[in-house]
């Protein structure tokens, strides 16, 4: 992606937030906007804690909780999505991305997101024969780097 292409997805996710924010009856402050404009620009999966900290560092003075709900309110608005990987705080990512599956590395903590047509269409045909169809789905594999574990 180019620098220009970049800035104009930021662009558009702002513009998506800000709506959603004000669609959830949510008046979008200065704080707040500094909170959109630090999401528009977050293609990881970060914290509320983290988000804070980088929105903190941009404009002094949103609180935590203000962070806490306007995740809410975006979440509710179907803009971004709340993974709740084991024994970790919830992460966020935009809900815009193409659908893809996590593996969470324990040790570190990293998020990798992984997308293979092979488990889409396992998850499908098993769906299938018990007489359903998939709706949606979550798939996270916890995992160790080779090497590293203790009983590797
Ligand atoms: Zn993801």
Do not use: C, N, W
């Not at 909170?35 to 609180?63: F, K, N, Q, W």
């Amino acid at each position: 992606m180019t620098q220009k292409e970049a800035m104009t997805r930021q662009d558009d996710r702002t513009r998506r937030l800000t709506e959603a924010l004000r669609d959830a009856g949510v008046r979008v402050t200065r704080q707040r906007a500094a909170l959109l404009s630090v999401l528009a620009r977050a293609d990881d999966h970060p914290e509320a804690v983290e988000l804070h900290r980088r929105a903190e560092s941009e404009l002094p003075g949103i609180s935590l909780s203000t962070v806490y709900r306007t995740l809410s309110a975006l979440e509710s608005q179907g803009v971004i999505h709340r993974h709740q990987f084991e024994g970790a705080p919830a992460r966020f990512e935009h809900a815009e991305s193409a659908h893809h599956d996590h593996m969470i590395d324990v040790d570190s903590g990293e998020v990798i997101e992984f997308a293979s047509e092979r488990i889409e269409k396992l998850q499908a045909e098993i769906a299938r024969e018990l007489g359903y169809d998939i709706v949606h789905h979550r798939l996270e594999l916890y995992v160790r780097r080779k090497g590293t574990g203790s009983d590797g």
